[in-house]
């Protein structure tokens, strides 16, 4: 990710911080779940507690995405923690997806080309990250 992109990451997830955890991971699971309905059974907790640990982890993400190195080790503890839940590389992608949806819906018309690209290239990072712990596991 380039520097640009961090600071537009930074910037946009701001926006998110303003507004109720359980409404922002709602809208995300909502749509993870409506696309993909078989990957409700890897989840024992409820609505509120998911959406909770999610916006925890994306802030804590977002938080230290300038070290990815210091990131990486609780990326890749992470992805050993989501093997148990059942969780496979390929579902990687839809997560990614979701997450996208959720955050244009959020920013609204602050959703550009430049913004997707970042987050996309914010996502690719982590994910890749975790597949490949996930991998070696």
């Not at 990326?75 to 579902?91: D, F, I, M, Q, T």
């Not at 914010?122 to 890749?128: D, P």
Request: charged share 20%; proline share 2%; aromatic share 10%.
């Amino acid at each position: 990710m380039t520097e640009q992109q961090t600071k537009l990451i930074k910037t946009t997830w701001a926006t998110f911080q303003k507004i109720d955890p359980l409404l922002v991971g709602g809208v995300f699971y909502e749509k993870l779940f409506s696309d993909h309905p078989s990957f409700r059974r890897m989840f024992s907790n409820t609505k509120e507690t998911q959406s909770e640990k999610i916006i925890a982890m994306l802030n804590y993400i977002v938080s230290h995405i300038e070290t990815i190195e210091e990131l990486s080790e609780s990326l890749k503890n992470l992805a050993a923690r989501h093997l148990n839940y059942g969780v496979k590389p390929e579902y990687y992608r839809s997560v990614g997806i979701a997450l996208l949806w959720m955050l244009q819906q959020g920013l609204g018309s602050d959703w550009d080309n430049e913004v997707r690209e970042a987050w996309t290239a914010c996502y690719n990072t982590i994910s890749g990250i975790m597949i490949e712990a996930a991998n070696v596991n």
